[in-house]
T-cell receptor, first 111, second 111 residues
Framework: GIQVEQSPPDLILQEGANSTLRCNFS?????LQWFHQNPWGQLINLFY???GTKQNGRLSATTVATERYSLLYISSSQTTDSGVYFC?????????????FGQGTTLQVKP | DTGVSQDPRHKITKRGQNVTFRCDPI?????LYWYRQTLGQGPEFLTY????????KSRLLSDRFSAERPKGSFSTLEIQRTEQGDSAMYLC?????????FGQGTRLTVV
């Protein structure tokens, strides 16, 4: 099955810094989502982005499907950005919506 | 749109007991998914429904696990004869097309 790798596994930033999280996947995808898992465990939708570029406030994401990677950019980070960021994909031949998750990037933003 | 709702949020049970979790999806979402997440890992797919039909089950879903979605609305996940290895966060998600939305999760602790 499709493999999803996220990097870096851990990231520590000072408040105000920018960061880039990466998600590599091993096959073509028809669904790619970025999530932020809050301290209570809920997965918050950030982007649905199987291809292209999207922006939402201080966050933006780019997926280059032909090269099998996606990037999540966080600018001017705040302490509330802390948590685990997950990339999840569905393989290109699938149509079930079943997501395969990466291991996540744990972000800590220090004041 | 009240989002995906899960109940209970936390459950502590003794080994060998049966437990049941409930998920109420976003209204008009015809697809519903169950995932399991253990500490430090990304969520793993367990099973999915399209309307009331259970269309796919993961090998992770042993015979002690059963899921239902009567009338294509809410869903229940039952674990019989719980084991300590069942301790995890159980996440429910729903979708209408490809983008999935998750509930707050049910954290199960088996003692």
């Amino acid at each position: 099955g499709i493999q999803v790798e996220q990097s870096p596994p851990d990231l520590i930033l000072q408040e105000g810094a920018n960061s880039t999280l990466r998600c590599n996947f091993s096959d073509s995808v028809n669904n790619l989502q970025w999530f932020h898992q809050n301290p209570w465990g809920q997965l918050i939708n950030l982007f649905y982005i199987p291809s292209g570029t999207k922006q939402n406030g201080r966050l933006s994401a780019t997926t280059v499907a032909t090269e099998r990677y996606s990037l999540l950019y966080i600018s001017s980070s705040q302490t509330t950005d802390s948590g685990v960021y997950f990339c999840a994909v569905e393989g290109g031949s699938g149509n079930t919506g079943k997501l395969i998750f990466g291991q996540g990037t744990t972000l800590q933003v220090k004041p | 749109d009240t989002g995906v709702s899960q109940d209970p949020r936390h459950k502590i049970t003794k080994r060998g007991q049966n437990v049941t979790f409930r998920c109420d999806p976003i209204s008009e979402h015809n697809r519903l998914y169950w995932y399991r997440q253990t500490l430090g890992q990304g969520p793993e797919f367990l099973t999915y429904f399209q309307n009331e039909a259970q269309l796919e089950k993961s090998r992770l879903l042993s015979d002690r696990f059963s899921a239902e979605r009567p009338k294509g609305s809410f869903s229940t996940l039952e674990i019989q004869r719980t084991e300590q290895g069942d301790s995890a966060m159980y996440l429910c998600a729903s979708s209408r097309k490809r983008e999935a939305f998750f509930g707050q999760g049910t954290r199960l602790t088996v003692v």
